[in-house]
C-alpha cells in the first residue's frame, strides 16, 4: 500500500514535536500552542500548503478560550484535495494571536474578520480594523457566545 | 521647457448609494485617474448568518445558508448539507447524487449568464444585461419545475433530494440546451468579439499565476490565471466523479480571460447536463434510513406517486452526535467551504461559512491598485463579485 | 398689405420659421421624444424586450415619454446646500441655450426666386456664391466657420455645470469633457476643413449646391466626422463623460426633477444639429428639392442620421477615457490629415 499524501506531512510534522493527526485520506490537523503556530506554518508552506482558506474562530466560554483553526490548502495538484487544518488556543486574558499573514497572504480577510468577530487581535496583521460591522458597533464581539440575539418567539393569540 | 505638474489626489466615495458600487462602498484614492488604493467598506448586506446558524436547528439553516448568494443557491445549499451529511454519517444514493449535479449545473448556467450580464451593464453595454437576464431565465425555469422555486430552492436535503426529476423536465433542459447552444454565438458576436468590450476587458485587472495563489483567488479568476483546480475534479461531490467535462483554464488572468473562463464553463455545464439527462440511474431519491419514516399513507401518496419528498419526523430536531466537518463544493464563483461543529446538541455549535466573494475581497483590494478609475468597475464585473454573498 | 399676408409675411420669415417652427425648436423637441422613444424601443428590439408599452399601446408607448417628461417636471427640483442657487439652475439653461445656437447658422434648403413659399425673401438671404437665396436663420457666407466656433462653446458649459454643483463625479465627468472636448473638436474641425479645401469654399450652401455629397468625394472625412460627432454629442461607444456605472451621471449628477430634462436634452439637441451638418456636407442636404420640401428632406435625413446614431447604444459597450483620447489622437487624428490632403488632390483635379 502506498502511502497517503497526508501521511507523509503528518511525520513531517510530527519531526517538529508536536500533535499531528490525519483524520481521513483529505482532512488532517496539528494542534498547536500558539507561539509556535509561525513556525509551523511556515513548515506547512514548504510542504506545499499555498494558501489559507479560512480562519476560523471558535469561542469557549467556559474555558475562557478561544480556539483558531486555520483552514489551509493548496492548488498543486498533488495536494489539492488535503484540507488541513491548525488548531490554536488563545485565551480571554491574552486574546493576542500572531499573524500568520506574513505567510500566507490569504488570510488577511479571515484574520480581520476574526478580529472584529471574536476580539482576537491579530499581531503583525497591517490593517486590523472592522470589517463587517458598522463603525459605531458597540458592545461584545458578536460571535462569543456571550452575544446573545433575540430570537422571536412563537405567539398565539388566544383571546378569540 | 519646464512643465509644472500639479499633483491632483482626492478620494472618491463610491457607493453605497452609486450604479457601480453594488451593495457596498468603495472609497477609491485617486491621484488623477490613476488609482491609488481603494478600501472596500464591505458589510451592508451582512446577514450574520453565522450567528444565526448558532441558534437554529440544522434543518431551519437550510433556508438561511442560501439566502446570501440566491442566484447560486442550490451550490450554497449542497455544500452545507453536505457538511452535515458528513456529522451524521448518511450515505446518498446514486439517483439523488446525480439530481444534486443536475440542480448545480442549471444554477451554475444561471449564475454565469447573471455574472457576464452585470459585466455588460458595468461596461455599459446594455445589450449582454438584457440576454444575460433574459438567457438565465430559461435556466431558472428549469430549476423552478424542478424544485418549485425559481431561486432559494431549498432542492438538497440531508439523505438526498427533495424532489424527482420528470420527463417534461428533461424536455425543456434539452430545450434550453440547444437553445442556449445556439445563443451563445450569438454572445460571441455581440460581447465577446466586440472592440469596445475587448478593450476595456482586455490587459485589465491582470492578476498572474503567483498572485491569484497567494492572494487565494478561486472559481473561474482563478482559473483565468493557469491554475488548474475546481474542487469538481479536486475532491469530487454529487455525481462529477462518473462525469466527464473539462476544467477550462486561461494563462492571461485579465478581465477578458475571467469571462471567457464562464462562457466556456457554460458550455461544459450544459456537456454534464446532457451526461447527466442519459445515465442517470432509477432509484430512491432519497437514504434508505430516512425514508422508511415516512408514513405509508404519504409515502405512497406523495412519494411514489408525485415524486416529491415529504420531511420525515428525523428532521425536525436531530441530535447529531459530536465532532466536525469541512465540507467543499466548487459554486458558481468558485470554492464554498463549510466548517461545522457540532457539540451534540440540535443547534451547530460554529458555523463557518466561506464563499467565494468572501475571498475575492483581498483580491478586488489587490488589483484595483494602479489602474484607471474606468478599469475599477471593469475588475469589479469581471471577478463576478457578488456582495450579499462575501458579507454573509 | 393687408393683416393677414402681414402676419403671413413675418410668419414665414426664415429667421423666425426655420428657427421656431420648421425644422427649428418645435421640430427638435418632437424629435427628442422620438429619439429617445426609439433608443429605447430599438435596444428593446436587439434586447429580447417589448420596451415602452404601457402608455398608449397603439403609438408602441410613444406617450411614455411625454409621461416621462410630466413626472420629471412636476417632481422636486433639489438644490445642494454648498452651490450657488443661482448658477446652478443657470447653467443647465445655459447649456440648452448655446447647445441649440448653432443651428441659426446652419442652412437647411435654399430659396428659389419664385414659386417658393420663401421667395419673398430671396433677396435678403441672397448667397451670392450659388445665386440663390439659403433658408437658414442667419445668412452668412462664412456659416462653415461660425457653426464650427458656435459649437466650440458647448463644452465650456458642460464644463461650467460640473463646476457649478460642486460634486466630485460632476468635477470627474467635466475633466473628462474638457480632455475630449479638445479631441473631437480637432476631429471635426479637420474633417470639414477638407471639405472646405476640397470645394474652395467656407459655405455650407455651395457645397450642397455643387451636387456632389461629400461621402463621395471625401469618405475620410465623412468617417472622422461621424466619429466625432458620436464622441461630442457622448453617444455610445463614447459615453464617457457620462459614463453611468463610473461617475452616476458626470456633470449631471447632482440635478433633479425638470433640471434634469434640461441637462439631458442638449447632448440629444447637438446630436441633431450635427446630423443636420453631416447631411449638408457629407449627404447631399436638400438636393433635388428647394424651399419648404427641401428643408423637410435636409430634416429626414438628419434624423435618421440621428437615430443611426443613437442605436449604437444597443450594439456597443463603453470605451475608457485613455483609450478613446488615444483613438481620436493616434488613429483618427492622423486619418484626418488624409482627408486634408485627399480633399486637397480631389478637390484640384475633379471639384475646380
Avoid at chain 2, 457576464?116 to 437576464?133: D, E, P, V
Avoid at chain 3, 436663420?137 to 460642486?166: D, K, R, S
Wanted: net charge neutral; hydrophobic share 45%; aromatic share 14%.
Amino acid at each position: 500500500m502506498t502511502q497517503r499524501a497526508i501521511d507523509l506531512i503528518v511525520t513531517e510534522l510530527q519531526k517538529m514535536k508536536v500533535s499531528a493527526k490525519a483524520e481521513s485520506d483529505t482532512r488532517g490537523y496539528v494542534e498547536v500552542p500558539k507561539d509556535r503556530i509561525v513556525e509551523v506554518a511556515k513548515k506547512l508552506k514548504e510542504l506545499g500548503f499555498d494558501h489559507v482558506k479560512a480562519v476560523t474562530g471558535i469561542d469557549f466560554p467556559e474555558q475562557e478560550k478561544i480556539q483558531l483553526i486555520y483552514h489551509v490548502s493548496s492548488y498543486s495538484e498533488n495536494l489539492y484535495n488535503i484540507i488541513f487544518e491548525i488548531k490554536s488556543f488563545t485565551s480571554y486574558k491574552d486574546c493576542v494571536m500572531p499573524s500568520l499573514i506574513t505567510v500566507w497572504e490569504s488570510s488577511w480577510t479571515g484574520e480581520r474578520e476574526t478580529h472584529e468577530m471574536l476580539g482576537v487581535y491579530f499581531e503583525g496583521h497591517p490593517d486590523m480594523r472592522r470589517l463587517f460591522l458598522p463603525e459605531d458597533f458597540d458592545g461584545v464581539y458578536p460571535l462569543r457566545k456571550e452575544f446573545k440575539i433575540k430570537l422571536e418567539g412563537l405567539f398565539v393569540d388566544k383571546s378569540e | 521647457m519646464d512643465v509644472e505638474v500639479v499633483p491632483v489626489t482626492g478620494e472618491l466615495n463610491v457607493g453605497p448609494q452609486h450604479p457601480g458600487s453594488g451593495h457596498m462602498r468603495i472609497l477609491v484614492k485617486l491621484s488623477g485617474d490613476i488609482v491609488d488604493d481603494v478600501e472596500l467598506d464591505v458589510g451592508y448586506v451582512h446577514r450574520a448568518v453565522e450567528k444565526l446558524g448558532e441558534n437554529r436547528n440544522y434543518m431551519h439553516l437550510i433556508p438561511l445558508v442560501e439566502r446570501p448568494a440566491i442566484l447560486d443557491s442550490v451550490h450554497m445549499n449542497m455544500g452545507y448539507v453536505m457538511a452535515v451529511e458528513k456529522i451524521i454519517n448518511v450515505d446518498v444514493p446514486e439517483r439523488a447524487l446525480y439530481l444534486r449535479s443536475f440542480a448545480a449545473e442549471v444554477n451554475r448556467i444561471a449564475s454565469h449568464f447573471y455574472g457576464i450580464g452585470i459585466l455588460g451593464i458595468f461596461l455599459g453595454h446594455s445589450t449582454s444585461f438584457m440576454w444575460g437576464f433574459g438567457d438565465r431565465e430559461i435556466w431558472v425555469h428549469i430549476l423552478e419545475a424542478l424544485t418549485g422555486a425559481r431561486v432559494t430552492n431549498s432542492y438538497v436535503i440531508p439523505g438526498g433530494v427533495r424532489r424527482d426529476i420528470s420527463p417534461s423536465i428533461i424536455e425543456m433542459t434539452k430545450k434550453a440546451i440547444s437553445y442556449t447552444r445556439r445563443k451563445l454565438n450569438d454572445w460571441k458576436k455581440i460581447f465577446f468579439n466586440n472592440p469596445t468590450i475587448r478593450a476595456r476587458l482586455e490587459n485589465v485587472g491582470v492578476m498572474t499565476k503567483d498572485q491569484a495563489i497567494a492572494w487565494g483567488a478561486v472559481g473561474p479568476n482563478l482559473r483565468a490565471s493557469g491554475v488548474y483546480f475546481d474542487v469538481r475534479k479536486a475532491e469530487p461531490y454529487a455525481a462529477y466523479s462518473k462525469l466527464d467535462f473539462d476544467i477550462p483554464v486561461y494563462k492571461e488572468g485579465d478581465g477578458y480571460a475571467r469571462s471567457m473562463v464562464r462562457l466556456e464553463e457554460i458550455e461544459q455545464s450544459m456537456r454534464i447536463l446532457e451526461q447527466i439527462i442519459k445515465d442517470i440511474p432509477q432509484g430512491p431519491i432519497l437514504s434508505e434510513r430516512f425514508l422508511k419514516q415516512i408514513p405509508p399513507t404519504r409515502m405512497k401518496k406523495w412519494v411514489e406517486g408525485q415524486g416529491r419528498i415529504v420531511l420525515p419526523g428525523y428532521y425536525a430536531s436531530f441530535r447529531p452526535p459530536k465532532g466536525e466537518a469541512t465540507s467543499r463544493v466548487e459554486a458558481g464563483r468558485g470554492e464554498l467551504m463549510y466548517y461545522v461543529m457540532s457539540d451534540g446538541s440540535a443547534k451547530p455549535y460554529r458555523l463557518r461559512m466561506i464563499t467565494p466573494s468572501y475571498r475575492l475581497i483581498y483580491v478586488f483590494k489587490n488589483l484595483c491598485k494602479g489602474v484607471r478609475y474606468a478599469d475599477v468597475v471593469s475588475i469589479y464585473g469581471s471577478l463576478d463579485y457578488f456582495p450579499p454573498e462575501a458579507d454573509r | 398689405m393687408d393683416f393677414i399676408s402681414i402676419l403671413r409675411f413675418y410668419f414665414f420669415y426664415p429667421s423666425f420659421f426655420d428657427i421656431i417652427i420648421f425644422p427649428g425648436l418645435i421640430l427638435f423637441a418632437v424629435i427628442l421624444l422620438t429619439a429617445i422613444w426609439f433608443e429605447r424601443k430599438a435596444a428593446a428590439r436587439v434586447q429580447m424586450r417589448v420596451g415602452p408599452y404601457y402608455a398608449s399601446k397603439r403609438s408602441g408607448g410613444f406617450l411614455q415619454l411625454v409621461a416621462d417628461a410630466l413626472k420629471f417636471v412636476f417632481s422636486e427640483m433639489i438644490i445642494p446646500d454648498q452651490v450657488n442657487p443661482t448658477l446652478f439652475v443657470l447653467a443647465p439653461a445655459l447649456l440648452l441655450m448655446i447647445s441649440i445656437l448653432p443651428f441659426a447658422v446652419v442652412p437647411v434648403s435654399i430659396i428659389p426666386k419664385s414659386g417658393s413659399i420663401f421667395s419673398p425673401y430671396f433677396h435678403d438671404f441672397y448667397d451670392p456664391n450659388i445665386g440663390m437665396g439659403v433658408l437658414s436663420g442667419f445668412f452668412t457666407q462664412y456659416n462653415l466657420v461660425l457653426v464650427l466656433a458656435l459649437e466650440a462653446i458647448y463644452p465650456i458649459f458642460i464644463i461650467f455645470m460640473g463646476w457649478v454643483t460642486n460634486n466630485r463625479f460632476a468635477i470627474l465627468g467635466s475633466v473628462r469633457e474638457t480632455m475630449l472636448s479638445v479631441s473631437y473638436d480637432v476631429l471635426i474641425f479637420m474633417a470639414t476643413v477638407s471639405l472646405a479645401l476640397e470645394f474652395h469654399t467656407l459655405d455650407i450652401a455651395q457645397i450642397v449646391q455643387r451636387g456632389i455629397p461629400g461621402i463621395l468625394a471625401n469618405p475620410f472625412a465623412a468617417l472622422v466626422f461621424f466619429i466625432g460627432m458620436l464622441i461630442g454629442s457622448s453617444r455610445f461607444p463614447f459615453d464617457i463623460v457620462e459614463a453611468e456605472t463610473e461617475l452616476v451621471v458626470g456633470p449631471a449628477t447632482e440635478y433633479s426633477g425638470f433640471l434634469f430634462v434640461i441637462t439631458m436634452a442638449p447632448a440629444y439637441i447637438g446630436n441633431f444639429i450635427y446630423s443636420f451638418i453631416f447631411v449638408d456636407l457629407f449627404l447631399g442636404g436638400w438636393l433635388p428639392f428647394t424651399g419648404l420640401p427641401g428643408a423637410a428632406y435636409t430634416a429626414l435625413k438628419a434624423v435618421i442620421v440621428l437615430f443611426f446614431s443613437v442605436f449604437m447604444r444597443s450594439v456597443y459597450g463603453r470605451y475608457r477615457l485613455d483609450q478613446a483620447l488615444r483613438g481620436s489622437w493616434k488613429y483618427l487624428f492622423p486619418l484626418s490629415l488624409f482627408a486634408l490632403i485627399f480633399g486637397m488632390v480631389v478637390g484640384f483635379l475633379w471639384i475646380a
